[in-house]
């Protein structure tokens, strides 16, 4: 064994050693143009509808009293157990789809199309919700990337706008899909390609979004679109569709549209199965802006080698698009670092290399 190799292995088992002293320290929200205050106990005689409806549902990402890990740099790093995550989705999408199925069976025929944008509607209400919770809890035990930085919650002036972004693409996605591709006279039915699928979409998806979401840096006349999503530089979940309202329909719409016409030759897919490459998506989506200290790539390329050929998207690279990019930046993508790579513009990683990766702790999503 030679001498670096021997020094890395004796720092290893230190590193491990002081990653299980941490304890959760109390988290600093953002005092920039996201200062978010309104939380507080004091404040709560001047809540709204939406504030009481974000403090009910527990999707504020920093509530009083939140903690998180505090890591030192040379810490070894988590990965994700996606067979877990796999799990996660599947117990929330599949019974989701059987419920509508059972519904068939019994009524002779499937909902009304208006029926199917609310029942899909509230689904990805309640999936982005209990994501948003369990994201909340996996972060107290292990931390935020950046831990010098502050994180940036629901901003006290944009309450009502953040929530209204997230019942717009709860309810628009679906709506779009069902108008499209919805037919309530086609047998309920899953495509035995789905596991290809799921790649193959996430990647279309990619696709446009590199584009368009380059363009909007790149542009003075877009830009202008994009930079409301860019005063969070150290976001949170629930940041991923604060934006703009042109660029919120790119994001909640035409993106998803332009992926499934862009696969329509290649994959006869249904509604269902959508909506089930769709929640592989938005689940990334949301733990894309979370910022936790966790290695590892998205459950929807399991079947794909990314790692191998450099092209696997982890936690930190949209982190970093947002803390180290403004106007000028790099990994546009959101699903992987696919067209980033071909395109020459991926940023570098700092904290989460592969000498500090650590695979055999392996974080999981707690199902509640």
């Not at 450099?310 to 930046?329: A, F, M, T």
Request: hydrophobic share 45%.
């Amino acid at each position: 064994m030679s001498a670096s190799a021997t020094t890395t292995a004796t720092k290893a088992p230190a590193a491990a050693s002081k990653k299980q002293q941490r304890v959760p320290q109390p988290i600093r929200p953002s005092q920039g143009p996201l200062k978010s205050t309104w939380h507080l106990p004091e404040t709560d005689k001047k809540w709204g509808v939406y504030h009481w409806l974000i403090h009910f549902t527990g999707i504020d990402p920093l509530p009083q009293n939140t903690t998180a890990v505090v890591h030192e740099k040379d810490d070894p790093i988590p990965v994700w157990n996606n067979v877990n995550l796999h799990i996660w989705i599947a117990l929330r999408v599949f019974p989701a789809i059987g419920l509508q199925y059972v519904y068939t069976q019994w009524a002779g025929r499937n909902f009304h199309p208006v029926a199917n944008i609310l029942y899909w509607g509230v689904f990805v209400s309640l999936f982005g919700s209990n994501l948003l919770n369990v994201l909340r809890k996996v972060t107290t035990n292990v931390g935020f990337l950046q831990p010098q930085a502050t994180r940036d919650g629901i901003p006290d002036v944009k309450v009502t706008e953040v929530l209204n972004s997230l019942l717009m693409t709860a309810f628009f996605r679906p709506a779009a899909a069902t108008l499209v591709i919805y037919n309530r006279d086609a047998p309920m039915k899953l495509s035995p390609w789905l596991p290809l699928m799921i790649p193959a979409f996430s990647l279309a998806v990619d696709f446009w979004f590199y584009w368009y979401h380059r363009i909007m840096h790149e542009s003075d006349t877009l830009w202008k679109f994009h930079r409301t999503h860019h005063t969070a530089k150290h976001p949170t979940p629930i940041l991923t569709l604060y934006a703009d309202m042109e660029q919120e329909w790119f994001d909640v719409v035409f993106i998803p549209l332009l992926a499934y016409f862009t696969l329509r030759p290649v994959f006869d897919m249904g509604f269902w199965d959508w909506m089930v490459c769709w929640t592989h998506v938005m689940f990334i989506e949301l733990i894309g802006h979370s910022g936790m200290r966790i290695a590892g790539t998205s459950p929807a390329f399991d079947l794909v080698p990314m790692k191998r050929f450099d092209v696997d998207l982890v936690i930190e690279d949209h982190d970093n698009h947002h803390s180290r990019g403004w106007k000028k930046s790099g990994n546009y993508g959101k699903q992987t670092r696919v067209w980033d790579k071909l395109f020459g513009t991926i940023l570098p990683r700092i904290e989460t290399l592969d000498h500090l990766i650590d695979p055999t702790d392996k974080i999981s999503l707690p199902q509640f």
